[in-house]
């Protein structure tokens, strides 16, 4: 355990993003659970039906669920993110950063990654149908991309701009 413990010390940045990775699968099961219980039951009635509106493009509903797919994505995006806000904040950056300051920024950030997160699939679940993906693995691929695609957003924003280090 000392040998961790000194890699820690001598490498914080890159024990910080592996915390932050660790600490966001809380926020990944609460996705994947939010998007399967949305897609299996909450919005299973709008499955059939075609959704479009500005880059949102959910029109084949073989592939992306239409609208019920759309609802789902949109809907565990966002309670993954309310998750991983306070994960994140209390346990990976530990930060002092005054709440009233660090949520507006924060909800810039998720709205963000809710409108990437809720736009992508369509667009993904398409492209793993096409190249020979079941259409009933195709949401959890989908999300899977969704996932990293928030990672990479995510993580420098709440490092520099949402929860900056304020020593």
Not at 23 to 52: D, E, H, K, Y
Request: aromatic share 16%; with cysteine.
């Amino acid at each position: 355990m000392n040998v961790v413990k000194k890699w820690i010390k001598e490498h914080p940045t890159a024990w910080e993003f592996i915390l932050f990775n660790i600490l966001s699968n809380c926020a990944t099961v609460t996705n994947f659970i939010v998007m399967w219980i949305c897609t299996g039951f909450v919005f299973r009635a709008f499955s059939n039906q075609p959704f479009r509106f500005l880059i949102f493009n959910y029109t084949n509903v073989e592939s992306d669920l239409g609208l019920c797919g759309f609802l789902s994505f949109l809907v565990a995006t966002a309670l993954a993110q309310t998750v991983n806000f306070f994960g994140q904040k209390n346990l990976v950056f530990k930060s002092n950063a005054d709440f009233g300051k660090a949520v507006p920024k924060y909800i810039v950030v998720a709205v963000m990654l809710v409108i990437v997160s809720a736009a992508l699939p369509a667009y993904s679940q398409a492209f793993f149908v096409n190249i020979g993906i079941s259409s009933g693995l195709a949401p959890t691929l989908a999300n899977v991309v969704n996932i990293v695609v928030q990672v990479v957003i995510n993580y420098p924003a709440m490092k520099f701009w949402v929860m900056p280090d304020k020593k």
